[in-house]
Nanobody
Framework: QVQLVESGGGLVQAGGSLRLSCAAS????????MAWFRQAPGKERQFVAA????????SYADSVKGRFTISRDSAKNTVYLQMNSLKPEDTAVYYC???????????????????WGQGTQVTVSS
């Protein structure tokens, strides 16, 4: 069982930066694949980024590639999403997700993750 708690969201101007954190409880965190998804009002949940259990492989949505970086610190049981050059279209609730075996072809799909955080709001003003 893994519990996830996101933090770091807020209001930022376009072009600014934020770093989201996702703190995980549970001894098996280091064996879990992790991901960030987001959902804007009236829109479907969207894949943002994923990282495999070792941190050796990452994937990004085209819309954030080159601007966002996902990383993990297993000693702190935490996964991060560094967001730079933010745009108004990045405004959404950002969710952290975890699963023991999501980092395959299904890593882009929320249905492949069994554990979710409560979300943190990111608002980018123009």
């Amino acid at each position: 069982q893994v519990q996830l708690v996101e933090s770091g969201g807020g209001l930022v101007q376009a072009g600014g930066s934020l770093r989201l954190s996702c703190a995980a409880s549970g001894r098996a965190f280091s064996t879990y694949d992790m991901a960030w998804f987001r959902q804007a009002p009236g829109k479907e949940r969207q894949f943002v980024a994923a990282i495999n259990w070792s941190g050796g492989s990452t994937s990004y949505a085209d819309s954030v590639k080159g601007r966002f970086t996902i990383s993990r610190d297993s000693a702190k049981n935490t996964v991060y999403l560094q967001m730079n050059s933010l745009k108004p279209e990045d405004t959404a609730v950002y969710y952290c997700a975890a699963d023991p075996s999501a980092y395959g072809s299904g890593r882009y799909f929320g249905s492949h993750y069994n554990y979710w955080g409560q979300g943190t709001q990111v608002t980018v003003s123009s």
